[in-house]
């Protein structure tokens, strides 16, 4: 255990509680108001104050338990008797197992995984066990970490870690740091950057995964029952997405149901009778960013299919050689890997912009919204009627809901870019930034002509498929 660590850690917790103590004090109305203040004001954003540091003292309670634990698990370990066997290791590891689940009241195995955790944080991720020290990220982001490193060598795993919490690592991750991400969003992106980079390719694992496809069906409550499939991820992304437009074509003012209402009957109608008489039978429309010389056959970069992530750039080859309507191609810059720009300006949205407003957000940008791009409504930042324009840097696609809050509350989008999705300013004038897509540069050997990141280089290759494509290379 690095007592030092913990030390400085239950310092830290002092000065959360003394911050605290003065947010209680405003809270409550003790403290003296500036004059022409609103003293509910005030405590509203005491309140706000408050949560934030209580969230850094559960993060450094975390760490607290991080180091006790690895700690007791280490004095355990020297104070056993060497192991005989396989089988007396593992009852000693059960023995540890057990003091700790019974000292915090908990399952064995989540003390197991605690305990694992423990033991990856003070060993390779360290990076991150000291961002939860700091109070800058929580305990569930920590766990992503621990999850999305398991099974990689140490230097993968830090690899991994560094793009995230290392602003200055080279090709860090844009955007809102690790800590201002939601921990889901966080899984999201490192399961994605794990899958690029993992030491065995995408294209090896990919046909070992595939033989575990297959149907589940779990029994509920309530007379309900649950029916999931493991399939493809072009496959699964292709159905979802005919399922959601069929949706959307029966909704209207005389529909009762909601989305994703619509969304399971029309599922179960099709796997039961077919396409039942009046169920709109439209053709899943999936974007598929696919790097140039990946299509090419000169590269194996991933694609990254809408929604999803990395696929294997057969998959994305096969998907537009065998000319597969529902899959919309788009290709990268093979010096940036940032997708090309489409766009015209006018005030009604052409189908092309709406389509690059879902390459580059990829979902609702409101900070932690996970709602797919198909589901969402392009939407002009700054509104037409008040001078503003229809290009990317002024529109942004929020879903149904977040939409809905922008129209109907004080929260306000803003500062989008051509690469960079809207921010939010809430009621409170805090700013809170979008995540961004997590482009980065192919893995190629870099021609004499590619001096630099701005450097034009030579044309790029001919299109071989331009008939599909949602948008051609220049």
Known sequence: MDDRAVVETVEAMQTSLSALAALAGR??????????????????????????EVGKMEARLAALKVHFSAGYAGAAEAMAAPAVSPQERTAQEMAV?????CALTVSEGTARALLAASAALTTVLRRTLAALQAGTVSWQHARVMCDETSGLEPAAAAALESHFLDPDAPQAARGCPAGELVPSRLRAKARSWRERHHPVSLEARRPRSALDRRLEYVPDRDGMAWLSS????????????????????LQGPDECRTLTQLRADITADWLLRGVA???????????????VLSLLGAGEEPAVLDGYGP???????????DGASSFLRVLTDPRSGAPLEIGRTSYRIPKAMRQWLRLRDGRCPFPGCNNHSLDNEADHLLAWSDGGGTGITNLGQPCPKHHRLKHATRWNPVEATRDKPPGWISPSGRY?????????????????????????????PVDPFPDGASSTAA
């Open 97 to 101: 197992r057990a003091e700790v689940a």
């Open 311 to 321: 696929v294997p750039a057969s998959v994305a080859r096969r998907l537009v050689g």
């Open 230 to 249: 493991y399939l493809p991820a072009e496959a699964a992304g292709g159905i979802w997405s005919r399922a959601t437009e069929a949706a959307r074509a």
């Open 432 to 460: 809170y930034p979008s995540e961004q897509q997590d482009w980065e540069p192919p893995d190629w050997e870099s021609p004499d002509w590619a001096d630099g990141p701005d450097s034009p280089g030579p044309p790029l």
């Open 277 to 291: 008489e009046g169920t709109p039978s439209p053709t899943a429309q999936v974007l598929v960013t696919v790097p």
């Open 27 to 52: 809270h409550a109305g003790n403290a003296a108001a500036t004059a022409g203040a609103d003293p509910l004001w005030g405590r509203a954003e005491a309140c706000l104050d408050g949560i934030a």
